[in-house]
């Protein structure tokens, strides 16, 4: 990244990215106006909002645009040095093939391990620790959602302050469990999703189902026999004669009379998970316990300059510390394939990203978008111009770490490293994939600014622009926009990261969105038809 400092407020202040570049953005808060001279003696010909391109030498029709050193666009006309360049002015290289990729070509020098770094977790029976204690209520259906939220509430009112050493009570809702095609391919996606979820080490493996009776996602399919890792404890209480491994309220069943003896049948078996959850006390364990899923939302032209590289500085930092991180957002990694692929561990694992891209491609296509659908207004507001241009930033919250996994929408993960999680960009369904993967710690990038969290799970909010972090003072974790105006590194800002991951992990400190208990709801993704 090269930058121009700024010794003064009011000075001008262009970032550009390579040397190669024809294009910079504008730091300055409030963008610049038309005439403004750079520090290069190029006069802008254009007011150019913040976050927005300047155009630093002539652009011909058709010549690319160059960011990040390659061409997230070309030039629909001429465009003259000092002009803005917005998406107006640019037509979108085509999607990048998925054959004749380079495979398993960058070799990075071994990192030496980062050691010594520990925090305070909830050790589980499965050997995975969690970052807080709680109950989660798995719900098979959408149905029993209503019922379950008015007992969560009781439980919270009633029960939870008899149980200090809990931190939460948390109903796992969703939209799936009926109406659907529960049998075609793309179907095991939100059932494998939910199950996984529902087995989350922040929720002990104290796990607790309501059901209707009728649905189509039974309880024994949504969790079969032997899909629950199960304490010593708790194999004591599982009722004799069977192996199912959770207890299940269904509310049809004839012993229910009346709405409040369903409640009171919940709430029954909540006190007896809770007293469980009770006993479990804080340990100290190694970094290499966390599994962090990194994230970001709300994206601006700042993403892929101040936050997003001090995510992939302390990306790199998580996996020397022996941690497990997972990336995502597949049209947001999808137009830099080439630089996942080569920097795969094995060519299996470069076979299984492009896997995972050309299902997304094919997805894509039945639905008669492509990925240019993924860039939102409040995206290119924020000076992107197009998702070619938003992936180069996105992708560089992977650091600079051997890829060695790479799972499917909804699945578990089993391995340390950095681990390409497959999933949607939304932010809703991606943080409910990366829940069901294992994420016990979520770290979540924004430049124009979401009030986005989860109840299962911290999530720590970084944002991208100081306005933003002085704006919303009391919804931002950490300030990264401190790199734009040279006061800190991409390194500083790495560091500050992962030591908070470890603040709180340990519970020693509570993050924005759970200060205020911001929780946005599980969005399953469900590629199959609806019926």
Known sequence: MQEHPLPQANKPLTISMHPSDNVAIVA?????????????????????????????????????????????????????????????????????????????????????????????????????VGTRNILAITQTVQCVAGVTDFAVQRIKAELLTKFPNVDDVVALDHTYGCGVAIDAPGAEIPIRTLRNISLNPNFGGEVMMVSLGCEKLQPERLLPPGSIPISDERQAGVTAGTDLGFDNVCLQDEAHVGFMSMVESIMRQAETHLQRLNKRRRETVPASELVVGVQCGGSDAFSGVTANPAVGYCTDLLVRAGASVMFSETTEVRDGIDQLTSRASTPEVA???????????????????????????????????????????????????????????????????????????????????????GMNLHVFTTG?????????????????????????????????????????????VGWEMFKLMLEVASGRKKTWAEHWKLHNALVLFNPAPVT
Request: net charge neutral.
């Open 351 to 437: 076979e299984a990203m492009i896997r995972e891209m050309a299902w997304y491609d094919a997805y894509l296509q039945r639905g008669k978008v492509d990925r240019s659908a993924n860039t939102t207004p409040g995206n290119k507001k924020g000076g992107l111009s197009n998702i070619v241009e938003k992936a180069m930033g996105s992708i560089v919250k992977s650091g600079s770490a051997p890829i060695t996994c790479v799972l499917s929408p909804g699945e578990k993960l089993k391995q340390k490293g950095l681990t390409y999680a497959a999933t949607p960009a939304s932010d809703f369904i991606c943080g409910t994939l990366q829940l069901a993967a």
């Open 448 to 492: 124009r600014g979401t009030p986005y969290g989860l109840a299962e799970c911290p999530v720590i909010k970084v944002a991208t622009r100081s306005d933003l972090a002085r704006r919303w003072h009391d919804l931002m974790d950490i300030n990264a926009g401190s790199i734009a105006d040279g006061s800190k590194t991409i390194e500083d």
């Open 28 to 128: 300055n808060d409030g963008g610049l106006p038309a005439g403004t001279v750079l520090s290069t003696g190029l006069v802008l010909k254009d007011k150019v909002p913040q976050g927005h391109k300047v155009a630093l030498v002539d652009l011909a029709a058709d010549a690319p645009v160059l960011r990040y050193g390659i061409p997230i666009g070309y030039a629909l006309k001429d465009i003259p040095a000092g002009s803005w360049v917005h998406e107006r002015l640019l037509h979108m290289p085509d999607a990048r093939e998925l054959d004749n990729l380079p495979i398993s070509t960058i070799k990075p020098a071994a990192q030496p391990p980062l050691e010594g770094y520990t925090f305070e977790g909830y050790r589980n029976a499965d050997g995975s």
